[in-house]
């Protein structure tokens, strides 16, 4: 099963290695990361996307837990929250697709943020659905390449 | 008043009541070794690393006090690292600090420069690298803090040469303010829900086992426990790292759990209708076959370190805090439950003693100088009141089941990592928190040779513990796997080419003594325990002399081998 785990954390070197390292040594691939200061300065805040078996994910969060620079942890699973992910896809659009291509574009609302003669760079935000969708679309016109910032969440209410 | 950053290093030590410490110098050492210098904290100089994180450890296990080590950058920090895993799988505080290049060349693979906070980070329960000289005192009070509090584990500070150099304000009073981490907040209490719903598992229970281990110890809740064990009658198997937490010599004592624990203690967990774990860890030495691992039982869990509960095996009521705390409120509880159930109790020891009747711990008891003979001997004549510190193997195993111990902190093992090469110089550390006691290292000849290296640190400290060799010529743990599992195909197990024990000893400036005759032990062990000084005694015992009872890997805890046939 999908968790997107909520990681609140002391802002210090070491703190992103010592949670990377527990996923790593179980064997959990990390699908998605993304760290970035929160209210306060000396905290950060860390989403983390994985997958993997309940029951080491379970032992997961607790050593999250007692490692000593978290401040608190949260799965996110049954829980009403937002997810938004940014994605950046540079995509061909010569001549004679381009407007193919702006009408998707369009749809989704997202926004081309570059123009260059045979390819556009598409922006858009929106959680992993969507934007998967969006890529789906976009696939037959030739994607060059995709960014993504990583999935941030949170909590409604 | 202005300080350098090594001056302010062994203020905050002698802040933290710190008397020894163990290590080796080295370059980037050299400002902080030379305030060490006429400062009133003893140091032993040792002759590795390795050694150093030992002493410190064992020290620590013996006197509940935070060991201090120290070791230079590079090869003295890779060399303290097997210390630091087995201090942090046993949960024993200790403090190591390394120096490290100066801050500008860190990261430029600059002379001995090892990524020392990368490498330690997941064998220490936290480490920091300091740079910057005001940070050292706060650091230094929280690494000793972390350490010993919570599930305690060794804490690991890198301290570059030039943050040594440096100097800053130094103000005393600062120093002793309380640590506060927002972070890192330990549990002591239990929840009062939570014991309420375990006091009513042990109304109902039947045929209730209390699994204590080396959290009781840490916790100095032996006593809380026999209170338990006596009010509710229930009986007691300990872990191996549990030694001591339980005596003995009670009619209630099952002994060790396990591998190589007994027949009914193992007879005892699988019959049983309620576990009560306190402050042991389901580990897979005492699990067995995971899936069938006490089948019938309900399992209360008393454990300070919520990551150690449901981790193996899924408990029904758990309760995060420390043991003597818990135990303290439950056993008020217990007391007045007066004596329910104390009849179908009284059917379930019977069972039990029956089960001890019949599948004693026990050896072959003839003419020949078998190992179990030589601990059996070593508690007759210490009169069960000395540190017996362990090797790993076979002999950790006899020292375990044929010296019984009755104090906590009695018994210092390396149970989780099972390191070769502990016990001797964990039992040098040992001596010198408890010069009082009689110390001695049960080894391997094996084990022994991984840190003989420290028989000089010994005998130029006159540290008297007393060295028994089980030498069976064997790395003899592997060689019983071989025998019995592996057609006794002794691969690379075949220690003949031990070189001279008691020529060794006397190499040292120590006392040797070989004895090869049953009747020669206990002279041996009197001699040995009269002298002052470091003691090596070279038991030439039976070869192939297996450890039993055992379960063999992948079987079920009561699935027990009771010897050869
Ligand atoms: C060759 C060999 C054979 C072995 N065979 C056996 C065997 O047959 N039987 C056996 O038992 N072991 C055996 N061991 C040892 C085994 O590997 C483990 O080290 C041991 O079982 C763990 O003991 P423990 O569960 O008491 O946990 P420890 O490692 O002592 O951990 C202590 C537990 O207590 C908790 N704790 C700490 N402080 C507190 C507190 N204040 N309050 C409450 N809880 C606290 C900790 O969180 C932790 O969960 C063997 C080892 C070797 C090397
Ligand atoms: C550092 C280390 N290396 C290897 C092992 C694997 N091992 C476990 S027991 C053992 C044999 C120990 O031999 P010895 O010290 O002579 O003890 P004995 O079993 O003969 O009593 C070995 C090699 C280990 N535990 N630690
Ligand atoms: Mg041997």
Redesign the interface.
């Known amino acids: 099963m999908r968790h997107t785990i909520s990681v609140l954390?002391?802002n210090k070197?070491?703190v992103l290695?010592?949670i990377s390292?527990l996923f790593s040594?179980r064997g959990f691939n990390i699908d998605s990361l993304a760290v970035g200061e929160t209210e306060q300065h000396d905290v950060s805040r860390m989403t983390i996307i994985v997958k993997g078996d309940e029951k080491i994910l379970?032992?997961v969060m607790?050593?999250l837990?007692?490692l000593?620079?978290?401040?608190k942890v949260i799965d996110f699973v049954g829980q009403p929250h937002l997810e938004r992910d940014l994605v950046l896809i540079k995509v061909n659009a010569g001549k004679g697709k381009r407007s193919e291509v702006l009408e998707i574009v369009d749809i989704f609302r997202a926004k081309i943020v570059d123009v260059a003669s045979n390819s556009v760079i598409v922006e858009m935000t929106g959680d992993e659905e969507k934007i998967l969708a969006l890529v789906n679309m976009l696939k037959p016109y030739g994607i060059k390449e995709i960014v993504r910032t990583g999935i941030v969440a949170m909590g409604r209410g | 008043m202005k300080l350098t950053g090594a001056q302010i290093f062994v203020e905050s030590l002698i802040k933290e009541k710190v008397e020894i410490m163990f290590g080796i110098p080295g370059g980037v050492l050299l400002p902080t070794f030379d305030v060490l210098y006429g400062a009133p904290i003893k140091f032993i100089l040792t002759r590795h690393e390795q050694g150093a994180a030992h002493m410190a450890d064992g020290y620590a296990r013996a006197t509940g006090k935070v060991g201090v080590c120290i070791a230079t950058s590079g090869p003295g920090a890779t060399n303290l690292t097997t210390g630091l895993a087995t201090a942090n799988m046993d949960s024993v505080p200790v403090v190591a600090f390394t120096g490290q290049v100066a801050t500008h060349l860190v990261g430029n693979d600059a002379f001995q420069e090892a990524d020392t906070t990368g490498v330690t980070r997941s064998i220490t329960k936290y480490n920091y690298l300091v740079k910057d000289v005001r940070e050292i005192a706060s650091t230094i009070k929280e690494a000793f803090h972390i350490a010993r509090t919570g599930r305690p584990g060794p804490v690991l500070i890198d301290f570059p040469v030039d943050v040594q150099r440096a100097s800053c304000e130094f103000v005393y009073h600062k120093y002793h303010k309380e640590v506060e981490i927002r972070s890192y907040k330990p549990k002591y209490k239990g929840h009062p829900q939570q014991i309420k719903k375990a006091i009513d598992l042990i109304k109902q229970s039947e045929r209730a086992v209390i699994y204590a281990g080396g959290g009781v110890i840490i916790s100095g809740a032996a006593g809380e426990l026999r209170e338990m064990a006596k009010t509710t009658q229930i009986p007691v198997t300990l872990t191996l790292m549990g030694m001591g937490a339980f005596p003995q010599d009670s009619e209630l004592f099952l002994g060790m759990l396990g591998m190589h624990g007994t027949y009914f203690a193992n007879h005892a967990i699988q019959n049983s209708d309620l576990i009560i774990a306190i402050g042991a860890r389901f580990d897979d030495r005492i699990t067995a076959r995971l899936d069938a691992f006490a089948p019938k039982a309900k399992i209360i869990h008393i454990d300070i370190d919520p990551t150690s509960i449901s981790k193996n095996v899924k408990v029904d009521v758990p309760i995060v805090g420390d043991a003597k705390n818990v135990m303290r409120e439950m056993n008020k509880l217990l007391n007045k439950l007066g004596s329910k159930n104390m009849e179908k109790r009284k059917k379930w020891q019977k069972q039990i003693s029956q089960w001890k009747k019949e599948n004693p711990l026990t050896y072959k008891k003839d003419g020949k100088l078998r190992p179990q003979y030589v601990v059996e001997k070593i508690y007759e004549v210490t009169k069960g009141k000395a540190i017996i510190a362990t090797e790993v193997g076979q002999n950790q195993m006899w020292a375990q089941q044929f010296y019984k111990y009755n104090y906590p902190r009695h018994f210092i093992t390396s149970g989780g990592l099972g390191t070769m090469g502990y016990g001797f110089p964990a039992a040098i550390g040992a001596k010198l928190g408890k010069p009082e006691k009689v110390v001695f290292d049960i080894a391997g000849d094996g084990s022994f040779q991984m840190n003989i290296q420290e028989m000089a640190t010994a005998v130029n400290n006159k540290v008297g513990v007393k060295i028994a060799i089980l030498n069976n010529g064997y790395l003899g743990m592997v060689r019983q796997w071989q025998q019995l599992f592996y057609k006794k195909r002794y691969s690379a197990t075949d220690l003949t080419a031990n070189p001279d024990f008691v020529k060794i000893a006397e190499a040292y400036g120590a006392l040797g003594i070989r004895v090869s005759e049953k009747g020669e032990v206990e002279g041996a062990l009197r001699k040995a325990i009269s002298v002052d000084g470091p003691v090596i005694l070279d038991f030439l015992v039976e070869r192939e002399e297996n450890v039993f009872p055992m379960v063999p890997a992948g079987a079920r805890l009561d699935e027990v081998i009771r010897g050869l046939a």
């Open positions: 954390v002391e070197p070491g290695a010592r390292s040594a379970e032992q607790k050593q837990n007692k000593i620079d978290i401040i």
